[in-house]
């Protein structure tokens, strides 16, 4: 299995700012997610981090709103950056662990309130 | 467009009722269609189903895809009210990418 953690687990900003949130797995993972769910919504995928190259992301989310980096196997960060209220959110970190691809692990979650 | 239909929305049964959750699917280039359980704040991974015809199963849980027809069903038998929980159905468009899920089945389990 795979332990996965996020920091920070929540946060209150003001718009305009940016916050980055830190997902740190504890196995070596080829691929890392970061998923959005707003309130009351299904989860969306917004991104996918591949170690040693640039994230790819899904349609409606670009770099220069959610910057990602990737530096190693088992970490990774997304900026949620220059905030509104609408971008309150849970955002959550996922993995597929490398050996066992049929399992799916979800961090638990940054919840973002923009005030 | 690629979408997921999950119905019912809403679902209320009693203890010890069995229940059929539906998803169905419209996607190009389908890879694997999953099921996870969401009680709080992140979703608990319950199936990854890629084959058509073979059931997974897990305690109470089954879950089984027909990809002829784009659709999957969840099972739960002898429910509990710990089963109570959103359930969401998600596919996978291309692996590691594009994941599409649906809005998901709210249950209800009452004593």
Redesign the interface.
């Given at each position: 299995s795979a332990v996965i953690s996020q920091k920070p687990s929540r946060d209150i900003c003001q718009r305009g700012t940016s916050l980055t949130i830190q997902c740190q797995v504890d196995s070596q993972v080829t691929?890392m997610?970061w998923y959005r769910q707003q309130p009351g919504?299904?989860?969306?995928?917004i991104a996918?981090a591949n170690q040693g190259s640039e994230a790819?992301y899904?349609s409606g989310f670009v770099i220069d709103k959610f910057p990602i980096s990737r530096p190693n196997l088992t970490f990774s960060t997304l900026t949620v950056s220059n905030m509104s209220p609408e971008d309150s959110s849970?955002y959550?970190c996922s993995v597929?662990l490398r050996e066992y691809r049929?399992?799916?692990?979800?961090?638990?979650?940054t919840?973002l309130l923009v005030l | 467009e690629d979408k997921v239909v999950q119905s019912p929305l809403s679902l209320v049964v009693h203890e010890g009722d069995t229940v059929t959750l539906n998803c169905s699917y419209e996607v190009t280039n389908f890879r694997s269609l999953l099921w996870y359980k969401q009680e709080k704040k992140a979703p608990t991974f319950l199936f990854m189903l890629t084959s058509s015809g073979i059931e997974k199963k897990s305690g109470r849980l089954s879950s089984i895809l027909d990809k002829k027809e784009l659709f999957s069903i969840l099972n739960i038998t002898a429910t509990q009210t710990g089963d109570s929980a959103v359930y969401l159905c998600a596919v996978e468009a291309a692996y590691g990418q594009n994941f599409v899920f649906g809005p998901g089945t709210r249950l209800s389990v009452l004593p």
């Open positions: 691929m997610f919504q299904s989860l969306t995928l996918t790819t899904e849970i959550l597929f049929e399992t799916q692990y979800f961090g638990p979650g919840r | -």
